[in-house]
């Protein structure tokens, strides 16, 4: 109709001043009715949903808004409150930081001297409801065992099947609590992967006389660097938009923090500081600890493009395991030799000055 009208003003006829006048006329009401303000009023839209929900719980709506309102009130305390302690935890850990040492390279022998206190990588975090459907987990009994073969199997079927670029875990909540309260109090150090010489090094060596302590293998050191996030709040077995998020359970429990671990090579780190690329972030998702006493656990290997990725899934599995050997205390007495881990981590932070490559190389030579 529109294309009409315009052809009829564009060839001048007798009704031309008519049909110009009537379409200038309609385009303005119409630019008005487009530009009015629009507004909804969402409380009569869900005027039956909500004298329903009033009537379930034996309520009136203003009593159901009031306990609402009181409700949103409670659960923006209690996240301030948890955003201080976090506030807290960080100042704490940036005070332990500064008796870092700086790392140099495998070959130094001299004390390692101090290391930047803080570092900030973006590394922003994957909902874990965008990975798992946690609205249907919730609504059928699941235990944690079953949860941990769904977040594997998913993984597993990354990558056209292979599962490249990803490594998983879960861990206990316990556990999970030992590890990241050490990675609060030393959120930095260096662990080393081992490179064994190639066949044409060894051949290259064949005849020559070897050198007292050197090795068949050689070693490229990571940095790491632990950081915490917003505790996620209770999932639910069905979202409800009415409810303001809740933060503990009807038995008091609360999700802990989420966290962060990222490993870089050191001589990046070293060259471009806070600028590093991380090769490997590790992410612990707290979201259903409070009901199923598990952390899941996402390592994602950054993309070195096309289907390379920085870092082989052996290399990953062994800086992932090596917040266990150096983060996972004994507890009590127990441990024997697995106190060495804990001895290097203090020593690193609190007294550089004795701390010894050597012996963490000889500490830290794992395999798969």
């Known amino acids: ?73 409670e659960a923006k305390k209690t996240l301030r409150e948890a955003r201080e302690k976090d506030r807290e935890n960080k100042a704490a850990a940036a005070a332990s930081a500064q008796g870092n040492a ?21 590394s922003p975090i994957k909902p874990l409801s965008s990975i798992l459907n946690i609205p249907k987990i919730l609504s059928t009994p699941h235990t944690p065992e079953q ?73 490229e050191f990571y940095f790491l660097q632990w950081d915490f996030h917003e505790a996620p709040a209770i999932p639910r077995a069905v979202e409800d938009p009415f409810l303001p998020p809740k933060r503990t359970t009807e038995d008091g429990k609360m999700n802990p923090h989420v966290s962060t671990v990222l490993f870089t090579p050191l001589q990046e780190y070293k060259l471009r500081n806070s600028f590093a690329t991380p090769y490997m972030v590790l992410t612990h998702y707290t979201d259903l600890t409070a009901s199923h006493g598990v952390v899941l656990l996402r390592g994602e290997i950054t993309a070195g493009g096309g289907e390379h990725f920085l870092l082989s899934q052996a290399d990953a599995q062994l800086l992932a395991m090596s ?46």
């Open 1 to 73: 109709m529109h294309r009409r009208v315009l052809s009829r003003v564009c060839c001048p006829s007798r009704n031309s001043l008519f049909l110009s006048s009537s379409f200038s006329h309609s385009y303005i009401w119409r630019r008005t009715i487009t530009n009015a303000p629009r507004t909804v009023d969402y409380e009569s839209r869900y005027a039956e949903k909500l004298k329903q929900r009033a009537k379930e719980r034996g309520l009136s709506v203003e009593e159901l808004k009031a306990k609402a309102r009181e409700q949103e009130e």
């Open 102 to 122: 700086r790392v140099s390279t495998a070959e130094s022998t001299s004390p390692a001297p101090e290391i930047a206190k803080e570092r900030k990588d973006s």
């Open 147 to 219: 949860i941990s073969a769904l977040w594997n199997a998913y993984h597993l079927s990354r990558s056209g099947g292979t599962g490249r670029g990803f490594i998983c875990a879960s861990i206990p909540l316990p556990l999970y609590e030992r590890m990241s309260s050490i990675g609060g109090k030393y959120p930095a150090f260096v662990v080393p992967l081992p490179r064994p010489k190639t066949t044409e090094e060894l051949k290259e060596q064949e005849g020559k006389e070897k050198v007292e302590g050197e090795s068949d293998v050689a070693y």
């Open 323 to 368: 917040i266990q050997k150096f983060y996972l205390w004994a507890e009590g007495k127990e441990g024997g030799n697995e106190r060495e881990g804990e001895r290097l981590l203090s020593l690193f932070h609190e007294k550089p000055e004795e701390f010894k490559w050597e012996e963490l190389l000889k500490f830290a030579s794992w395999t798969l």
